[in-house]
């Protein structure tokens, strides 16, 4: 828990600890009528008053203008496809009655969308549950374990995290193809294992280097094997970290278009590849892409704010992908 | 050796073995694979040394995908560090800082998908329903108004020209006194405003006078250029009376469409209805249009990875010594002063951090493009993860696309050996 705590410290303002009071109160004698000219350094209040609020007001604007497009898409995906092509959604913040969850129903029976959405999770699912397992025994072995050419192995995989995907779909089209696993959702979970191990070695490591030594000395002392100090000592203390990364990895994978692409089918296509194909003809297919497009953000924003603390550790931890 | 390195390295084996194996295979081995693939043929049968290349840097489509490519790297990761150092200082000092934060950060968890669906409804070119431009037309509009008569043209026959701007000029000159008739058709009906009234056109007396009104009756029963019952003045026209070229006069008609200059006298007059009566509305920008289009899809991006500058940053501005920037202000330096010259040294690391994650990625960008861009602006739009994408599985030419692929990884090299370089420094020792 304290590890998390001062990982995601980055969300809260630098509070001062304790408030030291500098100006001694003087006695002043019973309010009187105002008179005079006003107390020197009233203007410098005032100003510093307003530059505050100015600032409030300025964040605030800036604060909504980042959700309207959001609040666009959401407003406009409880819209039918005539009022979305004649109106902007904002209509309906004064007429109300055109919200409708016809467009939800209708997706629900969508099939070619359902299919595609659970998609979606039986590769985002094993994705995130092989590099957080595969990742933490490599970072394990990267920290703990002392084997010539771990420096050199270690500096290697970091490199790795900036390769873009590009550089290796064409190869890795005509590896999955031997392997017959080309157009599988199986093609799909690997690619997006190898991609995500590099950073995922990068961000346990760099946590599991703060556990105190004293510890893990102390266990194998008490002679545990290799694997009962990583399954004992380490993993337990590294929730937080685990945690991230398994986030970080979620979102990535859940996200992705690109390798969807290129290694799914109609078949094994997750959700954005399935939306994608809607775009083709946006504004006629409106009413499947709006919802479709909210029910895709929907998870990894419920991801995001339930885990926030977390996936802002992540990112600063590992901010290169 | 000691049983403990053995047992250490028969373990770190074990541990690693799955990770090397799928890198080393998935990730690293393709790299190899692509720069081999970039020196064969379209279906990789022959080898074609440097063709690939040459085609690459020759042909104008992967030629604009390059130079919009610089245009991301340049803008894209600058416009999102300045904006996420803004608001990393700026919420820092206002209430509500984790709502206002999370809202900024959000973006970060959306998919370029689900942006692009997103920034497609707010670019729509239709103010009536894309956001942006609905804002853009309600500023412009409010600075400069709406003409009152779009579209409205001369009746023909009646002399009257449209000149080259757009406004409407009587044939010859028109003397103090004369009645001038200013017929005009291409309205509909609704154009002409309520308070508008029938006809009538000015009783003769002195100065230059006249009538604008809208020469048409329903069922086109009326005569052309007369003024039929049931015909509607057109009010709040601008008209200018020119002598020798110069404006002399500027009136409004009035809601029977009349107008009168009683002081003018004399003759050599013109009047001119003036083009700003007839524009076309503004009707906002073709966001999407080959010209805007990459500002358009940068614009998004910025949306998407501003909240994560200023996450990365403001964690940064938590360990500016809170001592330097208090004597800085002991000193009398202002809020800028001291931001410029206290707080941004500090950062100096953490923004290097930000501006170069944001280049590395954006040298990758595609989905944004390939989903925001449509189809027929795709062209334009293009970028090298793009044409990479379109040349390998569109026209099935491995050879290009892998020598696009490997142009790509020779881009992101330095940030490679950035990162290693950082990880040498920083922990190992």
Known sequence: MSAA???????????????????????????????????????????????????QVTVLGVTAVWLLPT???????????????????????????????ENYVALLSNETILRSLWNTVLITVPSTVLVVVVGAFAAYALTWLEFPGRDWLLVVLVALIVVPVQVAILPNARLFDLLGIYGHLAGVVLFHVAFGLPLAVFLLRGFFRSIPQDLVAAARLDGGSELAVFARVVLPLSGPALAALAIFQ?????????????FATAESAPITYALREQMRAFSSNIDVIGPGAFLSMSVPLIVFFAFQRYFVHGVLAGSTK | ?????????????????????IVGALVAYPIVFSFWMSLRSADGSRFVGLANYVEMLTSPGTRRAIANNAVWVVVAPTVVTVLGLMFAVLTDRVRLVKAVRLALFMPM????????????????????????????????????????????????????????????????????GAVVRLPLVGLPADAVPGHAGEAVPPAAGPGVRGLVWRDFTPGDAGTPGVVDPGE????????????????????????????????????????????????????????????????????????IWAGFAMVVISAGLASVPRSAVDAARVDGASEWQGLRLVTVPFLRPVLAVVAVTLVINVLKIFDLVLVLAPESVQPEASVLGLEM???????????????????????????????????????LR
């Not at chain 2, 049983?3 to 799955?18: C, D, G, I, K, S």
């Not at chain 2, 390998?392 to 696009?404: E, K, P, V």
């Open chain 1, 250 to 262: 979620f979102l990535w994978v859940w996200n992705d278009l690109l390798v969807a692409l290129v």
């Open chain 2, 109 to 176: 968890a959306i998919s370029f998908l689900a942006a692009g669906v997103t920034f497609r409804l707010v670019y729509d070119e239709d103010p009536n329903r894309g956001a942006l431009n609905a804002a853009v037309v309600a500023v412009h509009d409010t600075f400069a108004p709406a003409s009152p008569y779009p579209g409205a043209t001369v009746r023909e026959g009646s002399g009257l020209r449209v000149v080259d701007d757009g406004a409407v000029v009587t044939p010859g000159t028109v003397a103090a």
């Open chain 1, 71 to 101: 609040l666009g898409l959401a407003m406009a995906s409880l819209r039918t496809a005539g009022d979305n092509s004649v109106t902007g959604w904002w209509t309906a913040l004064a007429e109300p009655n055109q919200l409708t969850v």
């Open chain 1, 5 to 55: 705590g001062t990982a995601g410290t980055a969300g809260t303002a630098a509070a001062p600890a304790t408030f030291v009071r500098t100006d001694v109160p003087r006695l002043r004698p019973a309010p009187t009528v105002p008179s005079g000219p006003p107390r020197p350094g009233l203007v410098r209040r005032l100003w510093r008053r307003a530059s505050e609020v100015v600032t």
């Open chain 2, 389 to 427: 994408y379109h040349a390998s599985f569109t026209q099935l030419n491995t050879g290009l696309g892998s020598a696009m692929a490997v142009l790509l990884f020779a881009l992101v090299l330095p940030g490679m050996a950035w990162r290693a370089r950082l990880l040498r420094r920083q922990e």
């Open chain 2, 232 to 303: 509607y003045g057109l009010p709040d026209v601008l008209v200018e009376v020119l002598r020798d070229g110069e404006v002399v006069a500027e009136t409004y008609t009035d809601a029977y469409g009349r107008f009168v200059v009683p002081e003018l006298a004399g003759g050599g007059y013109s009047v001119r209805l003036a083009a700003g009566n007839f524009t076309e509305p503004f009707r906002g920008l073709t966001w999407l249009g080959p010209g805007l289009v990459t500002p358009a899809i940068i614009g998004s991006y910025i949306w």
């Open chain 2, 1 to 21: 050796m000691s049983a403990r390195a053995r047992t250490h390295r028969r373990t770190a084996v074990l541990f690693l073995a799955p990770t090397v194996l």
